[in-house]
């Protein structure tokens, strides 16, 4: 295989690694449903494939679970609209990529190192890569004319995209849909930062209403793999916001339309993920065996190998979806009001996890693999409903700014003008996000003030920033730094 062929598979294969590294770790509560409305004619419903003899149809149990978790108000449609919107524009980027000379060129260089060349947003972050901005300018001003940016701008009517049906077994599926959604999620940002850097506020606003829309959307696959990629898809969109800010590249009109498009973004539901997770996981471990239930299946090698190769006998079909069923309604459990309930949940998600981390001879394949890692999960829901909410406190700060003439003594000066509330550190209960005054009349915000969460140790380092990883201070390697959110990611 070549190296430009590999490069190729990275982008559209390796998505989860990236998703992984970008997210970093309040529940809504549950509400109505509400029906969906029917695909339009041009793009009808997918044709099911057939399923393998006595395994359910997860894809549709999963749909409807996610379906009568939406907001009342929710408009939906198929998620396969969806899907084809994001694979043409993504497919339009791969295309670019490998078509360009002058990129091409620099890629082959060394594709297995220098690969974030090939990624939009880094193009246009990174100053290594500072001389492919003509180059991104030249994509975009054919992209801008094409049909996707109205198909783009249609996503934004709809709150929610629910899958009906997968074309095929989730863990097949659901990889390269949502590598396609993170691609062009990382167009919508580097399409933010070109508008920034021309002035151009309506394109700026137009973009991250895409990347939000494209959140909104991958939130129709509740499952932990879409939850994640929701993460860093915020994380992404607001880490643009933050940039543009601090570079004083927003004007107020913009800074008043990214307030209002953010407030929209709805974070994860946890518990929606997890309802949705349970599906996918079932529909894995009935994949791995056959009709007899107690063997890996013909049409699972790798399982068989490693039946072969002696890593333990394969755990009974029903053992494992006994276990995964615990789990998750331990897991369900873990989100309880009830404190009862919630220690229950709790000591049931951990007597599953040890009896597979235990093994005791038998391997408990897939249930092993696909076990969400729970407090990753959590993790970055914390650190992402951080983020949103001093996004939205720095965007207040630039709106006082620009009417009174100088930033507040401190963050209660923006209610209930620019803010409803001073938000909750929510690594600290019972406190709110700190605010120091570093100079009122700074026209440099990263200089003007420090905003920040006491970070994961709840410890106030007063506006410490971890020197190699502002992150860290967000996860257990951060003790003695605090999480710095005014700042360049």
């Avoid at 793009?43 to 549709?60: F, I, L």
């Avoid at 399409?191 to 021309?198: I, K, N, Q, S």
């Avoid at 063997?295 to 190769?309: C, L």
């Avoid at 049931?348 to 038998?362: H, M």
Wanted: charged share 25%; net charge negative; hydrophobic share 40%.
């Amino acid at each position: 295989m070549s190296k430009m062929a590999r490069l190729s598979q990275h982008v559209t294969l390796l998505w989860g690694c990236v998703v992984g590294l970008s997210a970093l770790g309040g529940c809504a509560g549950h509400t109505k449903p509400v029906a969906a409305t029917n695909p339009p004619a041009s793009n009808p419903a997918p044709t099911p494939t057939t399923e393998p003899a006595g395994v359910p149809d997860y894809a549709t149990k999963l749909a409807e679970w996610v379906q009568a978790h939406q907001p009342e108000a929710a408009d939906t449609n198929t998620w396969q609209e969806f899907v084809d919107v994001v694979t043409q524009a993504s497919g339009a980027w791969d295309y670019y990529k490998l078509s360009d000379e002058h990129m091409s060129k620099f890629i082959a260089v060394d594709p297995d190192t220098r690969w974030p060349a090939a990624e939009p947003n880094s193009i246009s972050d990174d100053p290594v890569y500072a001389q492919f901005i003509p180059d991104l300018r030249a994509f975009f001003s054919n992209f801008d004319r094409s049909q996707l940016m109205i198909r783009l701008d249609a996503l934004i009517e709809h709150h929610a995209f629910i899958a009906s049906r997968s074309l095929g077994p989730l863990t097949e599926v659901l990889m390269p849909e949502l590598g396609h959604a993170r691609m062009v999620g990382k167009l919508c940002s580097a399409r933010m930062h070109l508008a920034a850097l021309d002035g151009d506020m309506t394109m700026f606003d137009r973009a991250l209403r895409h990347e939000i829309a494209v959140i909104q959307a991958v939130q129709g696959r509740g499952v932990s793999m879409s939850a994640l990629l929701a993460y860093a898809l915020i994380a992404n969109a607001e880490s643009r916001v933050r940039r543009e800010t601090l570079e004083g590249r927003l004007r107020p009109d913009a800074i008043a339309a990214a307030t209002l498009a953010l407030r929209g973004v709805s974070i994860p539901d946890l518990r929606v993920v997890a309802g949705g997770e349970r599906f996918f996981t079932l529909d894995a471990i009935d994949r791995v065996f056959d009709a007899a239930g107690n063997e890996a299946a013909p049409g699972n090698p790798a399982a068989r190998k490693a039946v072969d190769q002696g890593f333990g006998v394969l755990a009974p079909r029903e053992e494992q979806l006994a276990l995964a069923n615990r789990l998750y309604d331990g897991w369900m459990g873990a989100f309880s009001d009830d404190p009862a309930e919630r220690e229950r949940g709790g000591k049931d998600v951990d007597a599953v996890l040890a009896i597979v981390d235990a093994k005791n001879g038998k391997m408990y394949a897939p249930l092993s693999i696909v076990i969400p890692s729970l407090g990753k999960l959590r993790g970055s829901d914390l650190a992402a409903r951080t983020r949103h909410d001093g996004t939205l406190v720095m965007l207040a700060l630039e709106t006082y700014r620009a009417r009174v003439g100088h930033y507040p003594e401190k963050l209660e000066d923006l209610v209930p003008a620019d803010l409803d509330r001073v938000p909750i550190d929510r690594y600290a209960p019972g406190t709110t996000l700190r605010y120091h005054l570093l100079d009122a009349h700074s026209a440099d915000p990263a200089k003007a003030y420090i905003l920040y969460s006491v970070g994961l140790d709840g410890a106030d380092d007063g506006g410490k920033k971890h020197p190699v990883n502002n992150y860290n201070a967000a996860n257990r390697v951060g003790k003695g730094f605090d999480f710095i959110l005014n700042c360049v990611d």
